[in-house]
Antibody, heavy 117, light 112 residues
């Protein structure tokens, strides 16, 4: 079945870095754009970044532009999010989601990133 | 900051009908971009509920329906059930400089 599994979350100090991964299975990963979305504790959903199916174009929310980098390895069916210069306000559960003209589905189970000293 | 506005909460008794509004602007819903709806059960990841304004993915009960008009969209739940208690989010595309993809503020549905 179509599945996305995130990993790489954890506790990091302000100013630190972390790389998240999203392993895809059950579909032709190289044919679909992919999103990262985050949700701060007790808050709503916030779109973070998008990458086209072939990695040719990448788009970011203003809140992470210049600090986060989205990438993918289609040979490994894996999506990445490199997060640098982390701030307390980046604390959230990070989800990856498969993009389609018919909405975003499925979503991974999420991985928690905590930025704290 | 969300550019799509939803009511913080709605509630209804089992079997009743509830609606959730999603108000946008001329740079997103009003520009003709599709609206999608997601359901987030407590402690779980969001799940696609309605896509392309009014279409249900396979497996979503027909109790859920979506519509769009002007700069707003709506999600209706008829025959409300206990398992519908969740957070619901609308989502669309925005052509302004502030961001490409936008979510609604989210609505908590409580079954009384």
């Amino acid at each position: 079945q179509v599945q996305l599994v995130e990993s790489g979350g954890g506790v990091v100090q302000p100013g630190g870095s972390l790389r998240l991964s999203c392993a895809a299975s059950g579909f032709t990963f190289s044919s679909y754009g992919m999103h990262w979305v985050r949700q701060a504790p007790g808050k709503g959903l916030e779109w973070v970044a998008f990458i086209r199916y072939d990695g040719s174009n990448k788009y970011y929310a203003d809140s992470v532009k210049g600090r986060f980098t989205i990438s993918r390895d289609n040979s490994k069916n894996t999506l990445y999010l490199q997060m640098n210069s982390l701030r307390a306000e980046d604390t959230a559960v990070y989800y990856c989601a498969k993009s389609d003209y018919g909405g975003w589905s499925p979503w991974g189970q999420g991985t928690l990133v905590t930025v704290s000293s | 900051q969300s550019v799509l506005t939803q009511p913080p909460s709605v509630s209804g008794a089992p079997g009743q009908r509830v609606t959730i509004s999603c108000t946008g602007s001329s740079s997103n819903i009003g520009a003709g971009y599709d609206v999608h709806w997601y359901q987030q059960l407590p402690g779980t990841a969001p799940k696609l509920l309605i896509y392309g304004n009014s279409n249900r993915p396979s497996g979503v009960p027909d109790r859920f329906s979506g519509s769009k008009s002007g700069t707003s969209a709506s999600l209706a739940i008829t025959g409300l059930q206990a398992e519908d208690e969740a957070d619901y989010y609308c989502q669309s595309y925005d052509s302004s400089l502030s961001g490409l993809y936008v979510f609604g503020t989210g609505t908590k549905v409580t079954v009384l």
